[in-house]
């Protein structure tokens, strides 16, 4: 297997802003098996997050021929 850092954002939380990774990452990989999640971090305007990211390894299987 192999790994790829990625992230995303999301006004929604942090489960979303991975799961937008996992989406994003899965449009030029296949066979994605899991997320290491590295970093979450927000954005805050007003003493409100108004943006959360995540910063996250995809581990996927890569194909043989």
């Known amino acids: 297997s192999s790994d790829v850092c990625s992230s995303d954002l999301s006004p929604d939380g942090w489960e979303a802003a991975a799961a937008n990774a996992v989406e ?7 066979n994605i098996k899991g997320i290491d999640v590295t970093r979450w ?8 997050i108004v943006e959360y990211r995540a910063v996250v390894k995809i581990a996927f299987i890569v194909e043989r021929e």
Do not use: H, S
């Open 41 to 48: 971090t927000a954005k805050v305007e007003k003493n409100k």
């Open 24 to 30: 994003a990452a899965a449009q030029t990989l296949r």
